[in-house]
């Protein structure tokens, strides 16, 4: 058994930089976490790695990581939209 879903945010959006992303939607930035720029991440998968601090996780990690307040709105955003 399997379910997808989609939701609002963008590594873009998260992380509020410029970024680099290449046509198969693989991306680097500077790490949030550590400001190394070694944070990679795939926006068609939605996972990002930093290959520095070893931070990784979903997207929907990383939004909880940098924006807790705004966490559980974007959650119950996410599930209205399944
Ligand atoms: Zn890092």
């Known amino acids: 058994m399997s379910y997808q879903y989609e939701c609002n945010y963008q590594f873009e959006e998260l992380l509020g930089q410029e970024l680099f992303i290449d046509h198969k939607g693989q991306g ?5 976490f550590c400001k190394s720029n070694k944070f990679a991440f795939n926006t068609k998968k939605q996972v990002w790695y930093c ?3 070893k931070e990784n996780g979903h997207i929907l990690k990383l939004a909880m990581l940098l924006r807790c307040s705004q966490f559980a709105k974007g959650v119950e955003k996410c599930l209205t939209e399944i």
């Open 51 to 53: 290959h520095y601090c």
């Open 28 to 32: 680097w930035a500077r790490c949030p």
